[in-house]
């Protein structure tokens, strides 16, 4: 099983198109986020993590998603079973709780069983005075 695409995001819907096709219609996908107030702060980002399954694959694995910052761990790690019918794509919904001492880029480090690391970055702004 292999990542395609990973992105954070605010909205996610599925529809069947014509032809019982399906549609991923993504909304809101972002790179950097304001802060929801002064630091420190915790946020809690929506990673939306794009899979594909080779047809002589069993289906099932595992995804593991490490926050990390200037290149280390932050502590923040999900893992999660992954069911995918061989031939066929699907997605998971990552949600982490990080907490942050002041503006930075988080890197949310993406893996499937021990398979290479897809790497989204987060950038997270100091809130502009109003």
């Known amino acids: 099983m292999e990542i395609i695409a990973a992105l954070f995001l605010e909205h996610l819907e599925m529809r069947q198109a014509e032809g019982g096709t399906a549609r991923l219609d993504l909304s809101g996908v972002h790179f950097s986020l304001n802060a929801p107030g002064q630091f420190p702060v915790t ?8 899979l594909r399954c080779p047809v002589d694959h069993q289906g099932l694995a595992a995804l593991e998603v490490t926050f990390h910052s200037d290149g ?7 893992v999660q079973p992954v069911s995918v019918e061989p031939g066929k794509f699907g997605y998971n919904l990552v949600q982490a709780t990080v907490e942050l001492a002041g503006p930075m880029t988080i890197e949310a480090h993406c893996r499937v ?17 109003q």
């Open 72 to 78: 280390e761990p932050m502590g923040v790690r999900n």
């Open 43 to 50: 946020i809690q980002p929506h990673l939306m993590v794009l």
């Open 113 to 129: 069983d021990t398979g290479a690391v897809t790497t989204v970055p987060l950038t997270v702004l100091e809130q502009s005075p």
